[in-house]
């Protein structure tokens, strides 16, 4: 208590030494060397008060602790607090002297930051484990005056910049700020002095960034601007609703292509083209998501949303869908290597994944599956098998289980035909070689013929030979032929008459059954109408039109065919004869069936439609 007794007189000396003659010192300096002069002054305080501190140790230790009194370091801090800083015209003269310097380097001038860094310790000492004299003498005034001049700052670079230089000019200021607050700031001013950029440079202007014209989100979609689109999205990371806004363009944007891409599926030629283009769209904005957003889940949603949106406004993607992977795993594709091929198969899954009616990609992917297995057109098994593994993947067991009993029932047809070959060696030989599929009902996709068509002779002997030898090993089922299936090669020859000189010509046909029921006719007789060869053979008047159309109407370089009269369509008076004049650089001449690029007709299509909903009953 004695030693606390001695302290008052000292206290009573420090006050008056702080009112007369330090005090005086910084108030002759404010208008020269001001915080030159406030910093060594304090210096000197703290050095004075560390020696008091040491001559009173005993009683802060001892006392002080006891008695919850100030100690000695903590009684000189107040002291200086009270009679210098907050003296009315230093106080104020402080804080406009510390925000001008910083006002000064803003605008590109150089400041002396060792004195407002000593000025900022001296601030944040005085507060004795608080923020309060730091934050009442300079922060909070720094705060407001910096939201001012944010504010300018941004409605000046909004007039005058693009967004990907408005943009780059925020980062800029951020990392100014920062370095600001880290190196002559206090370091805790770092966080509330980056909220007030981030609320007036990038809050505020959010959404007049992300919809300038010329110059914001969609412009930097449109022209492949991945950078500047990681730029913005970097930015506006930080403040909330940032990144929903860029999201929304973006949506936006993705929105209007697809429906650009939709309404204009009528002038595509092609369907491949068409679905071609939305593989391209998606890759354009996976190139997108993985270098300008960084893969975040909520773009990549977006993204996804979106084109399973205009995609389903097509009633027809998952028709073309499949076209286009059959285009992709025919024989002959060119220019596609096994790693193009699983690529392509694996952009494909995913234009896959946004269908909504998988059950009708099923039937047509079923359907021309089905087509490339009996007419050997598959590039490989490999392939095919690697597709079924996808989808399987991805829908289940039951979604593929049909496809791969197709792929079992080509397997065992190989095997049967072996044997049947081996079995009927020693039997009158067949004028034709014969191949048979043999087809489980319940796996393939096309209903049973309605109509039995009549098949030439030599055809149909060795069908009813291969039969019986069918039936002797599985007695109990069923065969039923399906012509609209098949295909045969014929030994055509053609005999060209020019000045009176008749040269043959010898060709290989590869034809579907159906056509080759037509062609063998004219073994015969050299001319039938329509109605002839429909009597004769039975065809379904909807395929003997196509296969019709095919043989005379359709590409020059296949007419083998004539037809009187030469008009595209075909009607029961129309009568034919074969076109002897028929000449072809190729010995083997593929006859192709007349079918839409565009895929099924109308009539078609809601057939299939129909027979997709009776499934789902």
Known sequence: KQWYQRRVPITAGIEEHLKNEVRDLVEKALYNNFLETLNTQWQDHKVSMQVIKDVFMYMDRVYVKNNKVDEVQDLGLKLFKELVVNHVPIKSHLTSTLLDMVSKERRGEVVDRGAVKSTCEMLMALGIKSRTVYEENFEQPFLEVSGEFFKMESQQFL???????????????????????????????????????????????????????NSGVVYMLKNDKQDDLKCMYSLFQRVENGLTCICEAMKGYIRECGKTLVDSESDVNNTVSYVQSLLDLKARFDLFLKNSFGNDHMFKGAICSEFEHFLNLNPKSAEYLSLFIDDKLKKGTKGLSEQDIERVLDQSIVLFKFLVDKDIFERYYKQHLAKRLLHNRSVSDDAEKNMISKLKTECGCQFTCKLEGMFKDMNISNSVNEKFKEQTRDQPPLSLDLSVRVLTTGYWPTPPCKTASKLPKETEMAFERFKTFYL??????????????????????????????????????????????????????????????????????????????????????????????????????????????????????????????????????????????????
Request: glycine share 4%; net charge neutral; proline share 3%.
């Open 472 to 617: 002797k090993d599985h007695s109990g089922r069923q065969l039923n032929l399906q012509p609209q299936l098949g295909q045969a090669d014929i030994n055509a020859i053609f005999y060209h008459k020019k000045e009176e000189v008749v040269t043959p010509k010898r060709h290989i046909l590869q034809v579907s059954t159906y056509q080759m029921c037509i062609l063998m006719l004219f073994n015969r007789q050299q001319g039938y109408t329509y109605e002839d060869i429909l009597t004769e053979t039975s065809i379904p008047e909807k395929e003997l039109k196509r296969a019709l159309l095919s043989l005379a109407v359709g590409r020059i370089q296949q007419r083998v065919l004539q037809k009187n009269p030469k008009s595209k369509e075909i009607s029961a008076s129309d009568e034919f004869t074969i076109n002897d004049q028929f000449t072809s650089k190729l010995i083997r001449v593929k006859i192709q069936t007349a079918i839409s690029a565009k895929g099924e007709t109308d009539p078609e299509r809601q057939e299939t439609r129909q027979r997709v909903d009776d499934d789902r009953k």
């Open 159 to 213: 007039r005058e910049n693009s967004a990907s230089v408005y943009v780059k000019k925020v980062e800029g200021r951020m990392k100014e700020e920062a370095e600001r607050a880290k190196h002559y700031l206090d370091p805790s001013s770092e966080g509330p002095i980056t909220n007030v950029v981030e609320r007036e440079l990038i809050s505020v202007h959010m959404k007049t960034i992300v919809e300038m014209e």
